[in-house]
C-alpha cells in the first residue's frame, strides 16, 4: 500500500515527475486548478535551462504565496502541501546551500504549518533543515535572515519539540533560542521590528522551558506512583486512588505534549486499570481523528517522517468529527461514538501498543459490530505480505483471543435473553454469570455479586442487571440488590440498575432504602430536565446508554406512584410495629406483676407455714422490727430508722443527790421497757435455735430493680426517689398489714438503695448487660 495521497497530492506528483525532466523533456503548458496546482497539457515546446529555471521560480513564488494564504485561512493541510511543492521547485532550480535564505523560510513556513496539524516531528525536522541553510548568513540581517530568524526557528523547534515529547531535545532548544536572541540584542544594529521579536522569543522560550518543567515533574510523579504500587501490597480501594493520582499526572503531562505516543499508551493503561472503558473507547477515537489530519502531508522529502506509511487515506473518519459545533451547545460531542466504518479507520492509526486493549473496550461498551470489523481490518491489513513489517511485529496472538471472548459473549447473552424472556429465569440468570466470566481470572461465578471482580464496562452492567431481573422474578430479592448495587458500582447513574433496587428494598421491607433509591431516581430525572445542556457532560459518573433524559413521561410517573405507594407502606408498618411493641411491653409487665404476686404470696404462705404467730400482722411487724425481714438487718435494726429502733439520746446532767451507778434519766417505765426488750431478744434466740433457717427469697429473680419501683431504665434521679417514697408509704409495714406487704416493701427498699445512688446504679446497669441480672 503506498504513501496515501489526495486529489491533489496526486497531481503534485505528475508535476514532479514533469519538471525533473529537464530542457531535453516536453514543456507542458500548466494551468491553475481548484487547489491551485497546475495540470499538464500535450502542447510541448522547446525552451532553455535559463528559461525552466525561471519558470520554477515563479511557480515557488506563486505556491509560496498561496501557503501563506491557506495558512492564514487556517487551511494548514493544503498550506503544507503548497509548500512542500514549493520546496521541490525551489532545490530543483538552486543549488542547496547553507546560506539559501529562501529555502529557510520556506521550511521555517512549513514547519508552522504542520503544528498546526500536529505533525510535531516534521516540523521539528524542517525547523533543522532552516537553521541548517542559515549557518552561512550574516551575523546582522533582515527579519526573515540573520540572528532575529535563527532565534524564532530555534524557539519553534522546541517547541515542536516538547508538544512531541522530546523533552531534553526541548530544553536544549529553549536556551539556544534565549542565548541567541540575547547575543542579538547585546550586539544592536537592530530596528524595532527585531529587537520586538527577540524580545517575544525569549519570552516565549522562558514559558516554554516552565512547560519543560511542568512535564518532568508531572512524569516524576507518575513514576513514582507506578513504582509504588509495584513494591507494595495495597487494598483495593488504595490502588484505585493511586491509578486516579497517576491519570491525573498523565493528563498534566500530555497538556504539554500532546504528540507523545509513549503517554498516550499510559494514559490508555490508566483508564483500563480504572475500568473506565468508554472513556478509553473515546480517548483512541479522538487520538485517530487528530492522525487523520496528517493523511497525505508526508509527500516528497517528508515521506520518510510518515508515522503510518503504506494506510489507504480515511473515508469515513473525518479529523473534524469530535470538534465541537460552535451553533449548536447542547451538541453531545463526549457521546459521540465512531461508526463501523469509520472504526476501520481508526485502527490502522493508532499505535500497536493501544490497540489491544481499544478493541477490549469496544466489546465491553457492546459495540460488537465495530469489534469484529475492526479485528477484521488489523489482521487483513498485518498478514498482507505487500504491508509486513509497515507497522512493526504486531503479535497476533491476542487478537485471537479477543475475537474468541468476543464470539462467546455475544453469543452466550443472546442465549441468556433468549431463556429469560421464555421465562426460564434460573438458566437465564446462570447464563449471564457464565458470560460474567469470560473477562476474569476464575471460571465460576461467585452468587455473592459484591465478591466478584468484574471487568467493568457496559457489558457487565448490563450482565449484573439482567440477573437482578432474573432473580427479582424468583422472588429472591436480597440476591437481586447486590447484583443492582455490583451494577451500579460500575455505572452510578444507571437508572434502570437503580429502579430495580429501589423495587427490592421494597419487596424486603427496608422501606427507607427503597425511598432513597426512588427519591435518587425521580431527582436525576427532575435534574436532566431541568437542565438538558449539563446531561451531555463528560464525567466519571455519567451512564452514556441509560440516561436520565432518556427516561418517558409514563415511567416517570410509574416510578412516582410506586414511591408514593412505598411512602404508604413504610408508615403502615411504623404503626404495626409500635402497636406490636406497646403489645410485646404489655404482656411482658403482666407477666412480670403476675409473678411477683405469685412470688408474694408463695413467700407469705412459706412464712405462716414455719413457726405459731407468723400469720398475725403485729409478730410480723415485730419480726421486721428485730431484723428478721431485712436481708441486711439485724435486731433493733430498722432500715428506715437511722437511730437502730430507739429514741435519740439526750444528755442531761446528773442529779447531785442520785445514787452512785444510777442514770439520771433512770425510772421504773425504761426499766419495764430495757426488760421487755431483752425479754424479746431472748425468744427470737430461741426460736432460731429450734427451727432450721428460712430459705432466700425468690423475689430477686423475678424483677429488676426498676421494674419494682415501677419505672423505666432512663428514669432520672428524682423519678427514682418519687417512686420509692411513693411505694414505701403504701408498702410500709406500719401502714399496710395485708399478706406480703413487708416482702414488697423490703424489695422496694432494696431497689431503692442500689438505684438510687449513682455509682451502685452503674454497676446494677452494667451488670445487667452483660446478663448478670435482670
Not at 500500500?1 to 508535476?15: C, H, I
Not at 501557503?67 to 492564514?72: H, M
Not at 550574516?138 to 523533552?167: E, H, Q, W, Y
Request: with cysteine; charged share 25%.
Amino acid at each position: 500500500m503506498g504513501v496515501a495521497r489526495t486529489e491533489e497530492t496526486s497531481t503534485s506528483t505528475n508535476r514532479k515527475d514533469s519538471f525533473a525532466m529537464g530542457s531535453d523533456g516536453p514543456y507542458y503548458k500548466r494551468e491553475k486548478t481548484f487547489y491551485g496546482f497546475d495540470f499538464a497539457r500535450n502542447e510541448t515546446r522547446a525552451v532553455s535551462d535559463s528559461e525552466d529555471d525561471e519558470g520554477n521560480n515563479d511557480d515557488a513564488k506563486r505556491l509560496r504565496d498561496e501557503s501563506k494564504s491557506f495558512y492564514i485561512n487556517g487551511c494548514y493541510r493544503e498550506s503544507v502541501l503548497r509548500y512542500t511543492e514549493a520546496i521541490r521547485l525551489h532545490r530543483e532550480s538552486h543549488s542547496i546551500s547553507s546560506g539559501d535564505a529562501i529555502l529557510a523560510a520556506l521550511y521555517g513556513n512549513r514547519a508552522a504549518a504542520l503544528m498546526m496539524t500536529g505533525a510535531y516531528e516534521g516540523a521539528a525536522d524542517d525547523c533543522h533543515r532552516a537553521l541548517q541553510c542559515t549557518v552561512a548568513m550574516p551575523a546582522t540581517g533582515g527579519l526573515d535572515s540573520g540572528p532575529v530568524f535563527r532565534s524564532k526557528i530555534s524557539c519553534r523547534m522546541a517547541r515542536a519539540l516538547l508538544k512531541a515529547g522530546n523533552v531534553w531535545e526541548a530544553d536544549k532548544a529553549f536556551d539556544s533560542a534565549i542565548g541567541s536572541a540575547k547575543e542579538a540584542l547585546v550586539l544592536g544594529q537592530l530596528n524595532g521590528a527585531a529587537e520586538k521579536i527577540l524580545n517575544g522569543c525569549i519570552m516565549d522560550a522562558t514559558l516554554g522551558l516552565s512547560d519543560v518543567m511542568r512535564y518532568r515533574d508531572a512524569l516524576d510523579g507518575a513514576t513514582k506512583i507506578k513504582a509504588d504500587n509495584a513494591n507494595k501490597s495495597v487494598s483495593v480501594a488504595a490502588d484505585r486512588r493511586n491509578s486516579v493520582q497517576l491519570l491525573m499526572f498523565i493528563n498534566s503531562a500530555l497538556s504539554v505534549s500532546p504528540g507523545s505516543m509513549e503517554l498516550h499508551e499510559r494514559k490508555v493503561n490508566a483508564l483500563a486499570s480504572l475500568k473506565r472503558w468508554a472513556e478509553l473507547g473515546n480517548h483512541c477515537e479522538r487520538l485517530a481523528a487528530e492522525m487523520v489530519k496528517i493523511d497525505g502531508i508526508f509527500t516528497d522529502d517528508l515521506a520518510p517522517l510518515n508515522p503510518f506509511p503504506d494506510i489507504k487515506a480515511a473515508t469515513s473518519l473525518k479529523p473534524d468529527f469530535f470538534e465541537r459545533n460552535p451553533d449548536n451547545a447542547a451538541d453531545p460531542v463526549a457521546l459521540r461514538i465512531l461508526s463501523p466504518k469509520a472504526v476501520c479507520d481508526a485502527v490502522m492509526r493508532l499505535p500497536n501498543g493501544i490497540l489491544p486493549l481499544y478493541l477490549r473496550s469496544l466489546r465491553l461498551e457492546e459495540r460488537y459490530t465495530e469489534a469484529a470489523k475492526a479485528g477484521a481490518s488489523i489482521e487483513m491489513h498485518v498478514n498482507n505480505s505487500k504491508h509486513r513489517g509497515t507497522r512493526g511485529i504486531v503479535p497476533l496472538a491476542w487478537l485471537s483471543n479477543e475475537r474468541d471472548k468476543l464470539r462467546r459473549t455475544m453469543s452466550w447473552k443472546e442465549r441468556g435473553d433468549t431463556l429469560f424472556r421464555n421465562g426460564d429465569y434460573e438458566r437465564a440468570a446462570t447464563k449471564y454469570a457464565a458470560c460474567l466470566t469470560i473477562d476474569g481470572d476464575v471460571s465460576q461465578y461467585n452468587q455473592n455479586a459484591l465478591e466478584n471482580d468484574d471487568a467493568g464496562g457496559r457489558l457487565h452492567a448490563v450482565l449484573h442487571c439482567n440477573r437482578a431481573a432474573c432473580l427479582m422474578a424468583l422472588k429472591r430479592y436480597r440476591e437481586a440488590v447486590k447484583e443492582c448495587t455490583a451494577s451500579l458500582r460500575i455505572h452510578t447513574h444507571y437508572m434502570k440498575a437503580m429502579l430495580r433496587r429501589g423495587r427490592c428494598f421494597a419487596r424486603i421491607r427496608q422501606y427507607e432504602e427503597a425511598v432513597a433509591e426512588y427519591e435518587r431516581y425521580i431527582r436525576f430525572v427532575d435534574e436532566a430536565r431541568s437542565s438538558p445542556q449539563n446531561v451531555n457532560s463528560a464525567n466519571n459518573a455519567a451512564c452514556t446508554f441509560d440516561r436520565p433524559i432518556d427516561i418517558t413521561d409514563a415511567e416517570y410517573l410509574k416510578a412516582k406512584q410506586e414511591l408514593a405507594d412505598v411512602k404508604k407502606s413504610m408508615i403502615a408498618a411504623a404503626a404495626n410495629a409500635q402497636k406490636q411493641t406497646q403489645k410485646q411491653a404489655e404482656q411482658q409487665q403482666n407477666w412480670y406483676n403476675n409473678n411477683f404476686r405469685k412470688a408474694a404470696a408463695s413467700n407469705a404462705a412459706r412464712r405462716r407455714q414455719e413457726g405459731p404467730g407468723r400469720d398475725n400482722a403485729n409478730a410480723r411487724k415485730q419480726q421486721w422490727y428485730d431484723g428478721q425481714g431485712g436481708a441486711a438487718g439485724g435486731a433493733n435494726q430498722r432500715r428506715w430508722d437511722g437511730f437502730g429502733g430507739t429514741a435519740p439520746k439526750k444528755t442531761a446532767a446528773k442529779k447531785k443527790d442520785a445514787p452512785a451507778g444510777t442514770s439520771a434519766s433512770a425510772g421504773p417505765s425504761a426499766n419495764r421497757a430495757s426488760q421487755n426488750r431483752k425479754q424479746q431478744q431472748q425468744q427470737q434466740q430461741q426460736q432460731q435455735q429450734q427451727q432450721p433457717p428460712a430459705p432466700p427469697s425468690n423475689l430477686d429473680n423475678v424483677h429488676c430493680h426498676y421494674t419494682v419501683l415501677g419505672i423505666t431504665q432512663t428514669a432520672s434521679s428524682a423519678e427514682i426517689k418519687k417512686a420509692y417514697h411513693k411505694m414505701a408509704l403504701k408498702y410500709h409495714p406500719d401502714k399496710n398489714s395485708e399478706e406480703g406487704a413487708a416482702d414488697i416493701f423490703r424489695r422496694v427498699k432494696m431497689a431503692y438503695e442500689i438505684l438510687g445512688n449513682d455509682q451502685t446504679r452503674i454497676s446494677y446497669d452494667a451488670e445487667r448487660r452483660r446478663g448478670g441480672r435482670r
